[in-house]
Each structure stands twice: as C-alpha cells, then as structure tokens.
C-alpha cells in the first residue's frame, strides 16, 4: 500500500495524511461518543466567535504536529484565529479531544477535566 | 434512487449526498478517463432564490485505487467557495447572467482541484468558476454556450475540470419501486396484497426526468491514472477502481447569530461507488455506518451482497414468476455473481475478451477497464448486453443501471459462477421500463457528458 492510501477519513492539502491518519477517530466513534455526551458528555468552545475561519491552514499544520501521545497533555501550540474545541466524552475519566483548525489532539487531565466538569451548567 | 437520500443522516445534508458516479474511457477523447461525482439530489429547476450550491464547508473527493487493495492512489480533492457580489439584495443575480464574470450575478461559487498521490498535495488548478444554475431564459440566457462551456477548464497535465448544475441523467422509476416493487411493466403480476389495483402492464415514468444535480467532473490521461502503461485488456495494471466520498468537520457550532463554525479534521459522511448499493444492499441500521468506511472494510457487508434482500423479495412480491431464483434464494446459495460484480471485479475466463478483477479485496468499487475502448454503439445494458465498455466495466452517463442490477439479482448473472443454473425468463425482462430515451435533456457528446440542467421558468414545478 503506497503512502497515498487513506485508512480511514481524509486529509487537507495543508496536513499530512500521515499525522492526520494516525489521529483520526472513526465517524463511528465520534457517533458513540456524541450520544454518550447527551448524558455525561462536555464540550467547551474558545475564542474563535462571530469571525471564526471555517479552515486554518497554519492551525491545521500546527495542530497536527502536537498529536502523538494519546495519553500526554501536550502543548497546543498556536491555533490561529479559529476557536478552540474541547470535547470530554465521560468527564470523569479525564479524557479529552481538542479540536483547533483541521486537527485533533487527545488527552488525559483530570485535574482539567474536573474544573471544566465543574463549570459546566447543570 | 441509484444514492439519493440513500441513509437516514447524510438525506439530512443534501450538498454532501452523493449520487451517482461514473467512470468510463472518453468517447471523443479514448485516451483519457473521464470520472463524474453527483452529489445534491433531485434539485426542483425553480429552487430559487438561493438556488443549489456546493457546500463550502465540504470536502468532496474522488478517489482512484489502481493497484487493488480498496484504498485511494489517486485522490482528486474539490473545495468550494461562495462570493456574494452584494449582500444586501435577496437576488441570486440582478439581471442577465450572460457571462461567468457578469456583474448582475450576485453569489457566485468558485473552487480549487488538488491532486494527492504518494503522500503530496498538489494544486491543480484555483479560482476555478463554476456555472450559475440554469434559471431562466431572462436571467441566464443562451446557458450552454454562454455558461456553462466556459466553465470547462482545462488544467496542467492533460486534465479537464467542470463543478456545476447538470440535468439529471439517471434515470429510475421512483414511484413504482418505492410503491412495494410494482414495477409498471408487470404491475399486473404483482400479488398486490390482495388489493386488485392492477389488471393491466403499464409503462415507466422516470421520476428524475425534471430534476437536476450538481456534478464534478474530471477527465484525466488514462497513463495519469493506472500503475503502469497496460498491455492489454487482460493486464490486470488495466483496471482502476474509483469511487466518490464527502467528509465535513468533526465539530460544528451554531453561534447563535447565523454564523456555524466549523473545525477538527474532516471526517467521510458519504461515499458512493457502484449505484444502489448502499440504497439497495445495505440494511437501514448500517447505512450511516456504511458511509463513513472506506472501500477497503467492504468485507464486513458482504453478505448483504451475497444474500440480498431483493432476491428474495421479488419471488415474493411477483408469485410463480421468479421459480428458479426462488429456489437459489431458500437454497441460502452466496451470490459469488453478485460479489464478482460488485466487490472484487470480474476475473478473466468468465465473460470472454473481458476481466475488471482488481484482485481479492473486497471493495465497492466502480472498476473500469481502461484498455477497452469506447463503443461505437453503445447498449445501455453494458456488459449483460454484450458491450464490454458498459456498466459494470465503469458506467457511463446513459447505462441503465435499474435493470441491469434488477437482473443481476434476479439470477440473470448467476451463470457467470454456475454454468449449470438457468435463470428464470422473467429474468432477462425484468425492467422498470426506462431507457436513456426517459431522460428529456439527452447527454452531451462532449465533456461533460451530462445534459443541460433543466431551468426553473421552463420547469417550474
């Protein structure tokens, strides 16, 4: 299989598909997850607002290049003028998606996560 | 329909709905490949004031895998963009379009064809214009020439590009088969529930014959395409697989002044390759599901397509008609035909001068031989009509595919795997009763194929 092979999603011109590969949850997985956030799930929007760009190349780049350990809080590193996404599927674990530009990043901080929890509306 | 509305989520988000594809060797320019992707279906002509668009927020791709393993070689990715002329007027334009730069053309949509192949991105071509929708004759008058020829842009490397409205060229009789399969030309064999509704054979009504959708269509060299030059029909480096998918931001957030703001990696919502699968074999609780894998896990629905419902409805819905598939079906016999055609391509030896095979992955994929040539004739019955550069060795814009794949799973192909089986004689008839005749807009000789879109003041409803 050539490099050019996509397991799974797709990529921008600006990302590598092999970075984007490796960080791509199934459709699938995301549906799971947004139903369990019906019921436990959190997600916190940042900045961005009223003249969010839809596609930042330069965030896509950078947000791409933060992704690897799944189970590190690694530095976001610069997300251009877009808003920032957090996801937590079950606050309690002190799991999180972080969505910036076209890129993820996955990680664990319960510490976060608790004080996003409690934050959260009720 | 052939993928219109086909699964519950993506009938929801009509500008990422697939709906049909073709691939097959031009006919005016046989040494090129020409690949079409329909997505926005069954568009009313008169759909104004904000007439149909691509979606700017969607990733729209066509995929080429030529070496057999269910995953993209080449991609050919489409991203768009709406400029509004002025946004303080309702109108979609403000007199005469009479030209792709017409100051009277208020929303306009612009895009930009990359290519990614071994792990590059390249930009083909940007700020690439696509056609206004075919409004009328006051506001987009002598639309072919005018409008929608020069919206045909040639790019770098022997590529042709076009994005925009197109008449619908598939061609189905909607009402009839979504009406429990009383296919008109035998609604008199129907058991009809015991209703009694039809005592005579009636004639098809193609239910697309008004509506349009918007295409992306791309022709590339065939040398462009395969692995390596082919030597030959039978030279498996002759076949390329090809299919067509959309994919949008994980996250979308509505903020609640009109804005949505989308963002996270672009995952696949739709994905269309050999028409009526996901429609036809998919069950309803896998189609979402379906639509977000890649060819390359076909395998997991691959007893949708070697025991298909159909199959065993049509003995069902049409008594004593179909004796023989009925037996093949209480039989539990895998449709090896059915899988042939539709996940693995066909080997050499079984249909002779012929093999689409791209080997033992199973992947929906539309595999097209690209050492055949064009046919001077063409049958709209492709190969089980004896012309081999027909549907299912691609698919060109006229192919009737309805009653090729009616056939198919009625029995007709089953002898390609078992010599000894004779299909039923309502077998080879079977019909919704169309032709590319019932498409009232014709095709195009030329680039890109499909015919003019219908206008909303000549089809208002």
């Given at each position: 299989?050539?490099?050019?092979d996509?397991?799974?999603?797709s990529?921008?011109?600006?990302?590598?598909?092999?970075?984007?590969?490796?960080?791509?949850?199934?459709?699938?997985?995301?549906?799971?997850?947004?139903?369990?956030?019906?019921?436990?799930?959190?997600?916190?929007?940042?900045?961005?607002?009223?003249?969010?760009?839809?596609?930042s190349?330069?965030?896509?780049?950078?947000?791409?290049?933060?992704q690897?350990?799944?189970?590190?809080?690694?530095?976001?590193?610069s997300?251009?003028?877009?808003?920032?996404?957090?996801?937590?599927?079950?606050?309690?674990?002190?799991?999180?998606?972080?969505?910036?530009?076209?890129?993820?990043?996955?990680?664990?901080?319960?510490?976060?996560?608790?004080?996003?929890?409690?934050?959260?509306?009720? | 329909?052939?993928?219109?509305?086909?699964?519950?989520?993506?009938?929801?988000?009509p500008?990422?709905?697939?709906?049909?594809?073709?691939?097959?060797?031009?006919?005016?320019?046989?040494?090129?490949?020409?690949?079409?992707?329909?997505?926005?279906p069954?568009?009313?002509?008169?759909?104004?004031?904000?007439?149909?668009?691509f979606?700017?927020?969607?990733?729209?791709?066509?995929?080429?895998?030529?070496?057999?393993?269910?995953?993209?070689?080449?991609?050919?990715?489409?991203?768009?963009?709406?400029?509004?002329?002025?946004?303080?007027?309702?109108?979609?334009?403000?007199?005469?379009?009479?030209?792709?730069?017409?100051?009277?053309?208020?929303?306009?949509?612009?895009y930009?064809?990359?290519?990614?192949?071994?792990?590059?991105?390249?930009?083909?071509?940007?700020?690439?214009?696509?056609?206004?929708?075919?409004?009328?004759?006051?506001?987009?008058?002598?639309?072919?020439?005018?409008?929608?020829?020069?919206a045909?842009?040639?790019?770098?490397?022997?590529?042709?590009?076009?994005?925009?409205?197109?008449?619908?060229?598939?061609?189905?009789?909607?009402?009839?088969?979504?009406?429990?399969?009383?296919?008109?030309?035998?609604?008199?064999?129907?058991?009809?529930?015991?209703?009694?509704?039809?005592?005579?054979?009636?004639?098809?009504?193609?239910?697309?014959?008004?509506?349009?959708?918007?295409?992306?269509?791309?022709?590339?060299?065939?040398?462009?395409?395969?692995?390596?030059?082919?030597?030959?029909?039978?030279?498996?480096?002759?076949?390329i697989?090809?299919?067509?998918?959309?994919?949008?931001?994980?996250?979308?957030?509505?903020?609640?002044?009109?804005?949505?703001?989308?963002?996270?990696?672009?995952?696949?919502?739709?994905?269309?390759?050999?028409?009526?699968?996901?429609?036809?074999?998919?069950?309803?609780?896998?189609?979402?599901?379906?639509?977000?894998?890649?060819?390359?896990?076909?395998?997991?629905?691959?007893?949708?397509?070697?025991?298909?419902?159909?199959?065993a409805l049509?003995?069902?819905?049409?008594?004593?008609v179909?004796?023989?598939?009925?037996?093949?079906?209480?039989?539990?016999?895998?449709?090896?035909?059915?899988?042939?055609?539709?996940?693995?391509?066909?080997?050499?030896?079984?249909?002779?001068?012929?093999?689409?095979?791209?080997?033992?992955?199973?992947?929906?994929?539309?595999?097209?031989?690209?050492?055949?040539?064009?046919?001077?004739?063409?049958?709209?019955?492709?190969?089980?009509?004896g012309?081999?550069?027909?549907?299912p060795?691609?698919?060109?814009v006229?192919?009737?595919?309805?009653?090729?794949?009616?056939?198919?799973?009625?029995?007709?192909?089953?002898?390609?795997?078992?010599?000894?089986?004779?299909?039923?004689?309502?077998?080879?008839?079977?019909?919704?009763?169309?032709?590319?005749?019932?498409?009232?807009?014709?095709?195009?000789?030329?680039?890109?194929?499909?015919?003019?879109?219908?206008?909303?003041?000549?089809?208002?409803?």
């Open positions: 299989m050539p490099g050019q996509y397991p799974n999603g990529s921008e011109p600006s990302d590598s598909p092999v970075t984007e590969r490796q960080s791509q949850l199934s459709r699938r997985s995301v549906l799971r997850r947004a139903v369990g956030a019906s019921a436990v799930g959190l997600a916190v929007v940042a900045g961005g607002g009223t003249a969010a760009a839809v596609v190349s330069r965030s896509q780049r950078d947000s791409s290049r933060s690897g350990d799944p189970a590190t809080a690694t530095g976001a590193g997300t251009g003028p877009g808003p920032i996404v957090i996801y937590m599927a079950d606050p309690t674990s002190g799991e999180m998606d972080i969505f910036a530009g076209t890129g993820k990043t996955h990680h664990r901080n319960q510490t976060m996560a608790a004080m996003v929890a409690s934050m959260a509306p009720r | 329909m052939s993928s219109h509305r086909e699964a519950p989520e993506i009938s929801k988000d500008v990422a709905d697939s709906t049909d594809v073709y691939a097959f060797v031009s006919p005016d320019r046989p040494d090129t490949v020409t690949l079409i992707a329909n997505y926005i069954l568009q009313g002509p008169a759909g104004g004031p904000n007439f149909y668009e979606g700017d927020d969607v990733l729209y791709e066509i995929h080429i895998d030529n070496n057999g393993d269910g995953y993209a070689d080449i991609t050919y990715q489409f991203r768009f963009q709406t400029r509004l002329r002025n946004p303080n007027t309702f109108l979609y334009n403000t007199g005469p379009i009479q030209s792709l730069d017409s100051p009277n053309w208020n929303s306009r949509q612009f930009t064809v990359t290519q990614v192949q071994n792990g590059r991105f390249q930009v083909l071509g940007s700020g690439l214009a696509c056609p206004p929708c075919n409004i009328g004759p006051l506001s987009t008058p002598n639309y072919h020439q005018a409008l929608a020829l020069p045909v842009h040639n790019l770098p490397g022997g590529i042709t590009v076009f994005a925009g409205q197109r008449a619908e060229g598939f061609y189905v009789d909607l009402g009839a088969v979504f009406d429990l399969g009383d296919l008109r030309p035998f609604e008199q064999l129907h058991a009809q529930y015991g209703l009694g509704v039809f005592s005579t054979a009636g004639t098809g009504v193609n239910a697309t014959a008004a509506l349009n959708v918007h295409s992306i269509a791309i022709q590339v060299p065939v040398t462009a395409l395969v692995r390596s030059r082919p030597n030959g029909v039978t030279d498996p480096a002759a076949v697989g090809v299919w067509t998918s959309a994919s949008r931001q994980v996250v979308r957030i509505i903020d609640g002044n009109g804005t949505l703001i989308n963002t996270g990696p672009f995952y696949q919502v739709s994905r269309l390759a050999n028409p009526l699968f996901n429609e036809v074999l998919i069950p309803l609780g896998l189609k979402d599901q379906w639509n977000a894998e890649p060819p390359a896990g076909d395998k997991q629905f691959a007893s949708h397509v070697t025991h298909p419902e159909l199959a049509l003995p069902a819905l049409y008594p004593g179909f004796p023989t598939l009925n037996k093949l079906v209480q039989a539990g016999t895998a449709r090896a035909d059915l899988e042939a055609i539709l996940l693995t391509g066909l080997p050499p030896g079984i249909v002779p001068g012929f093999q689409n095979f791209t080997g033992p992955v199973l992947a929906d994929m539309v595999r097209l031989n690209t050492a055949i040539p064009p046919s001077a004739s063409p049958n709209p019955l492709g190969v089980i009509g012309d081999l550069a027909g549907f060795n691609g698919r060109r006229q192919d009737d595919v309805v009653t090729i794949e009616l056939r198919a799973i009625a029995g007709v192909t089953y002898p390609l795997v078992d010599k000894s089986f004779t299909p039923d004689g309502a077998a080879q008839v079977v019909t919704d009763g169309l032709s590319p005749a019932s498409v009232p807009s014709g095709y195009l000789a030329t680039f890109p194929y499909l015919g003019v879109p219908y206008s909303g003041f000549d089809t208002p409803s």
